[in-house]
């Protein structure tokens, strides 16, 4: 008896087609999330983030042994 027979008689292939409707239901939910009108202004404040000097971002304060 071989692999493929074992598995092909262990009917697994609806498995597959759920996973790929819940992926595919996930992908929605996240694409509707991000390109949503209502995020719109806080997506273009944090691209421009890397431009903005008038706010200096200090660094993290050393915590531990090492200075």
Known sequence: MKLSDIMA???LSGWAQAAMILFLLAFVAIL???LAPSRRR???AASRMPLQDD???SPRAPTGGQP
């Open 9 to 11: 008689a262990a009917g």
């Open 32 to 34: 509707v999330a991000v």
């Open 42 to 44: 806080e997506f273009e």
């Open 55 to 57: 706010l200096p971002v």
